[in-house]
């Protein structure tokens, strides 16, 4: 059972605009969340995390909300950057767990 | 640091075959993950060490599936008698301490099985 969901599969935006990368999860005993970024050819690269205790955590153009009652997180990039063109995966792990469980991925094509 | 590594980066065999994959974590770390993501999938996981303890395993690690950290240093992950429904990436991650997150992944081995 998919415990992670990421809809949408694909996202498209112009350069200079705002990416928004959602996140739907089942698992009440998920308490730690990531988004990993992914380029073709290498494994996922770690981007930003979220703990439970939060609602948002933000480092630099990247920003995650936390929606604990709707079970839902959020992606922000902004500014987008050619560079950000990619696949983006969110996980989640549950406290005393070591697996991260992921979603199956967004591709996000930033346009130039 | 040169980051997690890991061999071969592709594996072609045919079915029936066994095969071993080598992964190579950073030096430091005393955790060690294995993943396995098919196309239009996340990574799934397979199995976790600390140290050279393997503490948890994921039941889709069949029988056929064998993983282990001999030194606490770099991990194997063999597959007999290979399937091809076994055609994956497969994906190493390792990271330290007690932090859940930032698992930090190697490029994966890709195996294509005939």
């Known amino acids: 059972d998919q415990q992670v969901k990421q809809n949408s599969p694909s996202l498209s935006v112009q350069e200079g605009r705002i990416s928004i990368l959602n996140c739907d999860y089942t698992n009440s005993m998920f308490d730690y969340f990531l988004w990993y970024k992914k380029y073709p050819a290498e494994g996922p690269t770690f981007l930003i995390s979220i703990s439970s205790i939060k609602d948002k955590n933000e480092d630099g153009r990247f920003t995650v909300f936390l929606n604990k009652s709707a079970k839902h997180l959020s992606l922000h990039i902004v500014p987008s950057q050619p560079g950000d063109s990619a696949v983006y995966f969110c996980a989640a792990s549950a406290h005393g767990n070591n697996r991260l469980a992921f979603g199956k991925g967004n591709q996000v094509v930033v346009i130039p | 640091d040169t980051g997690v590594s890991q061999n071969p980066r592709h594996k072609i065999t045919k079915r029936g075959q066994n095969v071993t994959f080598r992964c190579d974590p950073i030096?430091?770390?005393?955790?060690l993950y294995w993943y396995r993501q098919t196309l239009g999938q996340g990574p799934e996981f397979l199995t976790y060490?600390?140290?050279?303890?393997?503490?948890?395993k994921s039941r889709l690690l069949s029988d056929r599936f064998s993983a282990e950290r001999p030194k606490g240093s770099f991990s194997t992950l063999e597959i007999q008698r290979t399937e091809q429904g076994d055609s994956a990436m497969y994906l190493c991650?390792?990271?330290?301490?007690?932090?859940?997150?930032?698992?930090?992944f190697g490029p994966g081995t890709r195996l294509t099985v005939l």
């Open positions: 030096s430091e770390h005393n955790r």
């Open positions: 060490f600390q140290n050279e303890a393997q503490l948890e």
């Open positions: 991650a390792s990271s330290l301490g007690n932090r859940v997150g930032e698992q930090f």
